[in-house]
């Protein structure tokens, strides 16, 4: 009788599946092969430690993502042909796409290039093929994104030339800047800076509520591709724990290290995320919750859950999350103040805020919005209303590090920039906060040389001397892409759909 065969385990199957791909080097030290996952100073004693909690493997993995796929497009064609976009709120609700589009499709694309660069440099197959999966979901992330919303290019402004801009436009040196970091550092840091850091701690408070906000404005091609991305993102967030935990498991000295990368990267992903805090609480016309909400939801509850976890390897909070809570009654409304007054040089529209709007930023921020915001954003709508629409047409100062100009207040009084500063090299250099000036002081020359869009302006490097130069150079067009939503012409427009739809109910 012929002897039946046990069944092997899954865990057993991915290991046998993925392990078997390394080999031992024998014309050249295995050092050499892999020379950058030791000069950051952490200390791996057994790759095969390694686990992916997922165990997905290549075949499954391209089965899963095609019915995926099959899926999105059906949807997407379907928006398109039915003029979806005549459903949406309000043309208003695109401007926060546009900052999407151009703010966070490249980061996927830089997202996919970083993976697949450290993958190439772990020594340890199963880390490899991890990397290797995740930059594969970045790549395609990037293109369905591009895919989806191309259809509003054919009917609204701002949607052309996104891949320029966020290479020289002023506000998304931010995003950009963040991910030059992330992809300049090691592959260790790397890692934690984006697969922890901010897939795991901190990526719920951009997809989450942006995806929402779609579907609540109309927009149910966004939201569809949000959804085709969550099964990768649920993958990407075990990657980072996985991230984590190997390396506080393999050796006592990684400790100190990721606590000092935890703390870097949490307030740089924080930063880059007060961007979506103006997007929720200013930009959605039919709004979900607010900042502060989805604030103290996803991050101080969630986050506060993992970090007792890490608690038994030594990791503690990250350093200035205090700062970040205090900062959670006004940071979306400061980042407003910034986009109202220099709109004039940016891709996408503002608008004055509603009695309707205030309303609710009354009620969802009790304790400030009346006291600090309410009065600023009254002034300007008067202003607006007697034909002197409020633009700020002086340079503003820029941090060194986040390069996000100079508009947040003192973490314990709202009433007062806070500013700080670091010599270095006999220069003077500028940051928005301690988090900021800290993590210039911790290696100083890989931020002395950033390149800072006010400086450049300054220095003639962004087509000339003058608005209308730089502007050309971003190449917005004047009139249709910037300026306040009221007088440009994609507001004509949908007053004369929403018109044209009343006349034919």
Not at 142 to 161: L, P, R, V, W
């Amino acid at each position: 009788m012929a002897r039946k065969n046990r069944k092997l385990s899954l865990k057993k199957r991915y290991q046998l599946l993925t392990r078997g791909l390394g080999w031992e080097p024998t014309y050249q030290p295995v050092d050499k092969v892999f020379p950058y996952d030791t000069f950051e100073g952490i200390h791996v004693h057994d790759w095969d430690q390694w686990q992916d909690p997922f165990r997905l493997t290549m075949d499954a993995y391209w089965k899963f993502q095609a019915k995926k796929e099959q899926k999105l497009y059906a949807v997407i064609d379907s928006f398109a042909q039915n003029n979806g976009h005549v459903n949406l709120t309000d043309a208003r609700y695109l401007n926060a796409v546009k900052l999407f589009l151009t703010g966070v499709t490249p980061l996927e694309y830089a997202a996919h290039r970083g993976y697949a660069h450290v993958g190439r440099h772990f020594r340890g197959t199963g880390a490899a093929i991890a990397c290797q999966m995740q930059s594969l979901d970045e790549l395609r992330h990037a293109q369905t994104q591009i895919h989806t919303i191309s259809h509003y290019n054919k009917f609204f402004d701002g949607f052309h030339e996104w891949r320029h801009m966020h290479d020289r436009v002023w506000y998304l040196s931010v995003p950009k800047s963040f991910f030059d970091d992330a992809m300049t550092a090691g592959p260790f840091e790397f890692l934690t800076a984006i697969s922890f850091s901010f897939e795991y701690v901190l990526t719920n408070l951009l997809f989450v509520p942006f995806m929402s906000g779609a579907a609540f404005n109309g927009d149910m091609a966004t939201v569809t591709f949000g959804f085709s991305a969550q099964s990768d993102e649920a993958r990407h967030m075990t990657l980072g724990l996985e991230v984590i935990k190997f390396l506080l498991e393999q050796d006592e000295r990684n400790v100190p290290i990721i606590q000092r990368w935890i703390d870097k990267w949490f307030w740089r992903g924080y930063r880059l995320l007060t961007l979506v805090a103006m997007m929720m609480d200013y930009m959605l016309p039919k709004k979900i919750m607010s900042w502060k909400d989805a604030w103290e939801m996803y991050y101080e509850e969630a986050g506060g859950a993992l970090f007792d976890d890490l608690a038994r390897y030594g990791i503690k909070p990250p350093k200035y999350a205090d700062v970040a809570a205090k900062e959670k009654d006004r940071v979306s409304h400061e980042v407003w103040a910034i986009f109202y007054q220099y709109t004039q040089a940016a891709a996408f529209h503002t608008w004055d805020v509603s009695d309707e709007e205030m309303a609710w930023l009354s009620e969802n921020y009790p304790d400030t919005f009346d006291k600090h915001y309410r009065p600023r954003l009254e002034l300007w709508r008067k202003m607006a209303e007697d034909g002197n629409r409020f633009y700020n047409n002086a340079l503003p100062q820029l941090c060194t590090c986040c390069q996000i100009p100079m508009g947040f207040t003192e973490p314990d009084d709202p009433t007062k920039i806070c500013f700080r500063s670091s010599e270095y090299g006999g220069d003077t250099y500028h940051f928005c906060s301690d988090g900021c000036k800290d993590i210039f002081d911790y290696e100083p020359e890989k931020y002395v040389s950033s390149w800072l869009p006010v400086h450049q302006i300054f220095q003639g490097n962004c087509g000339g001397a003058d608005l209308g130069d730089v502007l050309k150079w971003y190449k917005i067009n004047v009139g249709a892409d910037n300026l306040d939503y009221s007088q440009s012409p994609e507001a004509e427009l949908w007053k004369q759909w929403t018109e044209a739809t009343k006349q034919t109910r």
